[in-house]
């Protein structure tokens, strides 16, 4: 009999253990899972991929020009690690940012280096190329995809990034939404009752004048935002056009990137049949302003171009609209620099010097 309760108190025990084993293990397994969680969360990127980024984000890794432009507007300049030459070379973020010149380009010409962009120890990676985005994840780093084609896009993929970057960057979003939206507003307000559309030719830069901008692109929204309609019927972003066609097009006004208003006239005179275009004729050419990055594709400057556009399309209906004081006050909140008018008047020609 003592030799059966001996058995049942053994098993009783080994039923007790295994409870209480089985317990710690769940317990154990819950807990961990709890840290996991409690050390990251998930950010929807632009291709709709879910990415899970560490929840306090100190160091990023932006392998897309256009988006440190974006991380800069957001204020979170100080997390880069990793950057591109392109942007280590811009003169207004160089200006507004000296330290840019000390971060690292993970880059081979245009190939990125998957070695020194891990020597960074990113805690996330923003980019916009198939290729990079697949290097990186591969790397197993978390990797977002900021890339966009509109200004729906602008204004989902800047919310994003300060997603992504987390502190105060999303209340700046916020207010920088709203600044986009004022000024399209007063854009639109302006061309109440304006009927006529110019035509408008965007050139995307003055080395190659038969790569322009076509139908369905930022640069088509933003001229019709301005109040123009495109000349060109061809879709896509730096499309190739014959010169033939570039003549057809007639353009009313043109517009050409990376260079200033006297230097995209002067290569336009010097060819022979875009020179006889009434626009050139006429002097109605301007070169895109250029400030942080581009106004004219894939910036938050964005917000600065459709104003400019509009005053260079219609200059009668927005003569009091005055881009100087405009553009530094933009500065001024977003950058926390204060343009200098002269400095101003730099940008809106498309001018890199910065005094």
């Not at 600044?179 to 399209?184: G, K, M, Q, S, V």
Request: aromatic share 6%; with cysteine.
């Amino acid at each position: 009999m003592k030799k059966q309760h001996r058995i049942i108190a053994g098993v009783l025990s080994l039923a007790a253990i295994f409870t209480l084993a089985t317990g710690c293990s769940s317990s154990s397994s819950k807990k961990s899972s709890s840290s996991s969680s409690s050390t990251t969360r998930t950010v929807t990127d632009m291709s709709g991929t879910k990415v899970k980024v560490p929840k306090r984000v100190t160091r990023v890794a932006d392998l897309w020009h256009a988006n440190n432009q974006v991380v800069l507007l957001l204020g979170g300049q100080k997390k880069l690690v990793a950057t591109t030459q392109m942007i280590k070379a811009e003169p207004w973020f160089n200006a507004i940012y000296p330290k840019i010149k000390a971060v690292k380009a993970p880059f081979a010409g245009q190939d990125m280096q998957i070695e020194a962009l891990l020597k960074t120890k990113p805690d996330v990676v923003i980019a916009s190329d198939p290729g990079q985005i697949k290097q990186a994840r591969n790397a197993k780093l978390p990797t977002v995809n900021a890339m966009y084609q509109n200004f729906a896009g602008l204004r989902r993929s800047v919310n994003l990034t300060a997603n992504v970057l987390g502190g105060s960057a999303p209340k700046v979003a916020k207010n920088y939404q709203k600044d986009l939206t004022t000024n399209l507003n007063e854009v639109k307000n302006g061309l109440k009752g304006v009927t006529n559309k110019p035509k408008v030719l965007h050139i995307v830069g003055p080395t190659n004048l038969n790569q322009v901008d076509g139908r369905k692109t930022i640069v088509d929204q933003w001229i019709n935002a301005a109040g123009g309609q495109n000349a060109l019927n061809q879709t896509g972003n730096m499309i190739s056009v014959t010169t033939e066609k570039l003549a057809k097009s007639n353009p009313d006004v043109i517009i050409v990137g990376s260079t200033t208003d006297r230097n995209a006239l002067k290569v336009l005179r010097k060819d022979p049949v875009l020179s006889k275009l009434t626009a050139v004729k006429e002097g109605h050419v301007y070169g895109n302003p250029q400030g942080t990055f581009p106004w004219d594709r894939y910036s938050a400057e964005e917000a600065l171009q459709v104003l400019w556009a509009a005053k260079k399309i219609h200059p009668a209906q927005f003569k009091q609209l005055n881009m100087v004081k405009k553009t530094q006050s933009f500065y001024q909140k977003y950058y926390q620099y204060n343009l200098t008018t002269k400095q101003a008047q730099l940008i809106l020609s498309g001018s890199t010097r910065t005094k």
